[in-house]
């Protein structure tokens, strides 16, 4: 998935792989930053999100290195 807008007052875009199974129709799963662009280029984290489709809750941690 990708995703373009602000995180923290900082405005990028980067990607996100998720893995999940839908059961009874919600959603549960993982989420990873594969990579981040432009002012996100340096951005890294993980979590999980939960709920039926197209309304999803996410929860993780975000943070920029460097």
Known sequence: ???TGYVDGVHGT???KTN???KD???TG???IQHGAG???SVHGQ???VGPPLSL?????IHFSG
């Open 1 to 3: 998935m990708e995703f």
């Open 14 to 16: 980067m990607m996100i």
């Open 20 to 22: 999940g199974i839908l």
């Open 39 to 41: 002012e996100l280029a």
């Open 57 to 61: 809750d996410y929860e993780g941690r």
């Open 25 to 27: 129709g919600i959603w």
């Open 47 to 49: 979590g999980t999100f």
């Open 30 to 32: 993982n989420w990873v």
